[in-house]
């Protein structure tokens, strides 16, 4: 659940009940903290990804991004997401390049 751009977006947009129901089904001891180089590391990474309202892991493959998908109410019901899978890290360019076209694709969803 935290190295899935949609694990971690649905944590960072969950309610706090959510979260905290989340984070100890999951602990994050047990299952992040070998992706990461430490929790606070990973708390940073999510204050980025809530702020700008998008989770993107780029560049390690496989290329991950996920978007909360909000009602009327600000509540989350659900997270889009996609990948692609490849061998190579890509170029900040291709990151952007797909982070546009997925984007544009949630676009049609509101």
């Not at 935290?2 to 299952?31: D, K, M, W």
């Not at 590391?41 to 290329?63: T, Y």
């Not at 952007?96 to 509101?110: G, M």
């Amino acid at each position: 659940p935290y190295t899935t751009a949609t694990g971690i977006c649905f944590l960072i947009f969950s309610s706090l009940s959510q979260l905290s129901l989340y984070r100890r089904r999951h602990p994050f001891s047990e299952y992040g903290a070998y992706a990461w180089q430490s929790e606070e590391a990973f708390d940073q990474f999510c204050r980025k990804a809530r702020e700008a309202g998008i989770v993107e892991l780029c560049p390690s493959p496989p290329w991950r991004i996920a978007a909360p998908i909000i009602d009327d109410n600000s509540r989350m019901v659900g997270v889009l997401g996609a990948s692609l899978q490849h061998t190579d890290s890509p170029a900040p360019e291709e990151c952007a390049r797909l982070k546009q076209i997925f984007l544009q694709a949630l676009s049609q969803f509101s």
